[in-house]
Nanobody
């Protein structure tokens, strides 16, 4: 059982920045897949950014150019740098992991069901 602990959420004005972090109790380069999802009230959970098993990133179109995902293998820490935040980025953000490799070229096939482990979530609120 992989435990994921997120931190870094908060409230910012539009145009601002936040950094989210997720520490995993277990991660093996090449054998795990990790990513960030978000869910706003009344909506389905959606994939935001994936760190593929070769460390290459995949982003949702809505965040490309504004968000950056990175993985510190030595610290088992997944981060999400978020810039030029918009009110529509407001959501609960979740770190997710699965103990099998992944190489997603786009988000079309990235669904929450493909990830086995989840953090408790951290709230991001962007005001206009």
């Amino acid at each position: 059982q992989v435990k994921l602990v997120e931190s870094g959420g908060g409230s910012v004005q539009a145009g601002g920045s936040l950094r989210l972090s997720c520490v995993a109790s277990e991660y093996t380069y090449g054998s795990h897949c990790m990513g960030w999802f978000r869910q706003a009230p009344g909506t389905e959970r959606e994939a935001v950014a994936i760190s593929n098993s070769d460390s290459s990133p995949t982003y949702a179109d809505s965040v490309k150019g504004r968000f950056t995902i990175s993985l510190d293998n030595a610290k088992n820490t997944l981060s999400l740098e978020m810039h030029i935040l918009k009110p529509e980025d407001t959501a609960m953000y979740y770190c997710a992991s699965v103990d099998r490799p992944c190489w997603y070229s786009d988000m079309l096939s990235v669904t929450p069901e493909k990830f086995a482990y989840w953090g408790q979530g951290t709230q991001v609120t962007v005001s206009s």
